[in-house]
């Protein structure tokens, strides 16, 4: 009798834990919604261009600067690198680890003016999450501006440099986004009207 009573207990606990794990998969291969974007077009009539031209290293230190800066970084750090690609590095935890996390894209500039950064490759410890997942962690648990729009089912974040709000509503827009001949040029849209 007794014997019945632990074959059916251990039953139930291995049933338990197969549908607790299959959730788990479950929730971990779903990914979530986009957001999407809305590309904007300046008029170019109404402003004053000024070109720049800067290298990796000098943005490296606006880009990192500004996160510190505008408290972007929230509980959880984060850092840009920009190297033969647009890498950000930032931790994931999991139960009471922190495991390091690597992202990396490839810059794309679109003719508006913006950046399109398409995931080229990730590394999450020792775990093989799927790139939607961890995007949609990243979107979710990070600060990130409201002109960047991670987008986990297509694998991609949407830099909207056009609506960034700088002093003097200035506008930006990129020309050349080219990391492996370290060729960046920017254009400076000051307002005239």
Same mark, same amino acid.
């Given at each position: ?15 338990? $834990?197969? @549908?607790?794990i299959?959730?788990?998969v479950v929730?971990?291969k779903?990914p979530g919604?986009?957001d999407y974007y809305s ?5 170019l ?10 290298d990796k ?6 880009i $990192?600067?500004?996160?510190? *800066? %505008?408290?972007?970084t929230?509980? @959880?750090d984060?850092?840009? !690198?920009l190297?033969k %690609?647009?890498e950000?590095?930032?931790t994931?935890p999991?139960? &009471?680890?922190e495991? /390091?996390?690597? #992202?990396a894209?490839?810059?794309i500039?679109?003719? $508006?003016?913006?950046?399109?950064l398409? /995931?080229k490759s990730? &590394?999450?410890? /020792?775990? /093989?999450l799927?790139? &939607?997942?961890?995007l949609k962690?990243v979107?979710?648990k990070?600060?990130?501006p !409201?002109?960047?729009t991670?987008?986990p $089912? %297509? %694998?991609?974040?949407?830099?909207? #440099?056009?609506?960034?709000k #700088? *002093? &003097?509503d200035i506008?930006v827009?990129?020309d050349?986004f ?8 920017f254009?400076?849209?000051v307002p005239? *009207?």
């Amino acid at each position: 009798m007794k014997e019945q009573k632990w074959k059916k207990l251990f039953f139930l606990l291995l049933a338990i $834990n197969i @549908i607790v794990i299959a959730v788990l998969v479950v929730i971990v291969k779903t990914p979530g919604e986009d957001d999407y974007y809305s590309p904007q077009n300046i008029d170019l009539n109404e402003h004053v261009p000024f070109r720049i031209q800067t290298d990796k290293a000098d943005l490296n230190q606006v880009i $990192n600067h500004y996160l510190d *800066k %505008e408290g972007l970084t929230g509980p @959880i750090d984060y850092r840009i !690198n920009l190297d033969k %690609e647009v890498e950000l590095y930032g931790t994931v935890p999991v139960f &009471s680890q922190e495991i /390091q996390m690597k #992202l990396a894209f490839e810059p794309i500039a679109l003719d $508006n003016g913006d950046i399109l950064l398409q /995931q080229k490759s990730i &590394s999450v410890g /020792q775990l /093989q999450l799927p790139v &939607s997942y961890v995007l949609k962690f990243v979107r979710d648990k990070y600060k990130v501006p !409201n002109w960047v729009t991670i987008q986990p $089912n %297509e %694998e991609r974040i949407y830099v909207s #440099l056009q609506k960034m709000k #700088l *002093k &003097s509503d200035i506008h930006v827009k990129v020309d050349e986004f080219d990391l492996k001949n370290d060729d960046i040029r920017f254009t400076l849209l000051v307002p005239i *009207k």
